[in-house]
């Protein structure tokens, strides 16, 4: 068996239609042309064009690059390319080549501020362009309107809020700038520090990295500069500092001691001294699964004070005994309120939401797509992935948080809620556009759009 075109040319890029016959149906043939220019397949994308009316997170990161371009010379504004790229990305199009696909896209055109009969959206190249623009100060910028939409999101100051920090890898291919081996990951990358709001989910900001680890003094700069302007915001606000066992520094614990309502739960790498104070614990786990031959889990909490450490700190240590062996593990905390167990388990351990979180970002976002040379150009990139990530949360939270799609992951929403088919036509006095009839969200569409109604007015 072979496939051929039966009709018309043999290039989907030229202007003529391409047509196709298909398997008959009951005895008349179908036929398929690719003419339905009105049409596009990302109707969905003016939900979130509602959110970003809501959010602003994309104005806000315009305001930070200046634009010196000759203004007679200028086609495609900065807050009209931008929205563009972010809208694409939030669509499952994360590569700038998909600029030159998606510009003459009504819906695209529309959530960008530009009419349908209006000259197409930027092409790749000049996405491109764009894209090596913004400046250090600029970026920074950046990451502080992140910053102020975070704290923005919230209608009075929260009682507590957690800062979830973490770091991953985004491998790179080529002469990136600032792009490192990494023995962990075994190939050259970046190493993004991730930080999310434990309780919501809602993302604070990403800061990229070169590819190793955070140093312990780098993380602590980043986390005091936040602390310092949520404080200056929120006086009330209890803030946790929570991650994993390299986030762990004596400047962050020296550093909070002194802070009101500033605490930290972070793991701890463990060694010999850990394991004399846990001695009995460990030995009391091992004994009993022994005699039992069940799984033993055993909590116990003690006071700790290394060597470079200012004041002793709690220790939790967590052991484990089964068939697989011993499991030992350690974290290190200022709060001494809570039970050793609770503080474990739903303290500690529910930071594994952040991993998906950052999947969310990451692998249904593709945030991982660092392929500019410049490592500037790579970090606006990754502020461009995290706009997407704001609209698209604030549509699951916010928008669907009444509906099955409430718990939904990106990917989901992105299936099941944007990826509709619309059609598009402008008219004397206004724009149409229609969804089909049939359509299986038509009741999600209904409830979400009353709600925008309801906020405009």
């Not at 109707?43 to 990161?61: A, M, P, R």
């Not at 362009?129 to 990451?143: C, G, Q």
């Not at 692998?363 to 150009?377: E, H, I, K, V, W």
Request: aromatic share 10%.
């Amino acid at each position: 068996m072979s496939f051929s075109k039966n009709k018309g040319t043999t290039s989907f890029e030229n202007t003529q239609p391409v047509l196709f016959n298909l398997c008959s149906v009951k005895g008349k043939e179908v036929e398929l042309s690719f003419t339905g220019a009105d049409i596009s397949s990302d109707g969905g994308l003016l939900l979130l064009k509602e959110c970003e009316q809501q959010v602003g997170i994309i104005n806000s990161i315009t305001s930070c690059l200046r634009d010196e371009r000759n203004a007679s010379y200028v086609r495609h504004s900065f807050n009209q390319m931008l929205t563009q790229r972010v809208f694409q990305i939030a669509a499952g199009y994360e590569d700038g080549d998909d600029c030159d696909s998606l510009r003459g896209d009504n819906i695209f055109k529309l959530c960008s501020g530009k009419l349908p009969d209006e000259g197409d959206l930027a092409s790749q190249p000049t996405m491109s362009r764009f894209e090596n623009t913004p400046s250090r100060s600029d970026l920074y910028r950046m990451a502080e309107v992140f910053l102020k939409n975070f704290m923005n999101s919230y209608s009075e100051q929260p009682p507590v809020i957690i800062l979830d920090a973490d770091d991953t890898d985004s491998t790179t291919y080529g002469g990136q700038q600032l792009a490192l081996y990494n023995d962990y990951y075994g190939d050259y990358c970046y190493m993004p520090l991730h930080i999310y709001e434990g309780l919501s989910g809602k993302l604070v900001t990403t800061i990229l990295k070169p590819g190793r680890r955070s140093k312990n003094i780098n993380v602590f700069a980043i986390l005091s500069r936040i602390i310092e302007a949520i404080r200056s915001q929120w006086p009330n606000t209890v803030i946790v500092i929570r991650g994993d066992s390299h986030f762990c520094s004596r400047q962050l614990m020296d550093w909070s001691e002194g802070m009101e309502k500033v605490h930290f739960l972070t793991g701890l790498t463990g060694n010999v001294k850990l394991h004399q104070l846990a001695a009995v614990t460990i030995e009391s786990a091992k004994r009993e699964y022994e005699q039992t031959k069940r799984p033993v889990k055993r909590y116990h909490s003690f006071e700790y004070q290394a060597g470079e450490w200012k004041n002793a700190q709690r220790v939790v240590v967590k052991v484990e005994v089964g068939d697989k062996g011993t499991n030992i593990r350690y974290v290190v905390t200022d709060m001494r309120q809570w039970r050793t167990q609770q503080l474990y388990e739903k303290g500690y351990c529910a930071r594994g939401a952040m991993e998906l979180r950052i999947k969310e970002h990451k692998t249904y976002l593709r945030s991982d797509r660092m392929s500019c040379t410049q490592f500037g150009a790579n970090q606006f990139r990754l502020f461009l992935h995290s706009a997407a990530y704001v609209l698209l949360h604030t549509l699951q939270t916010e928008v669907l948080g009444t509906t099955e799609y409430a718990h939904s992951t990106f990917k989901t929403i992105r299936e099941k809620i944007i990826k509709v088919a619309a059609y598009v036509k402008e008219i004397k006095t206004k724009i149409k556009i229609e969804f089909p009839a049939s359509c299986p969200q038509i009741k999600v569409f209904g409830s979400s759009l009353l709600l925008f109604e309801t906020l405009r007015t």
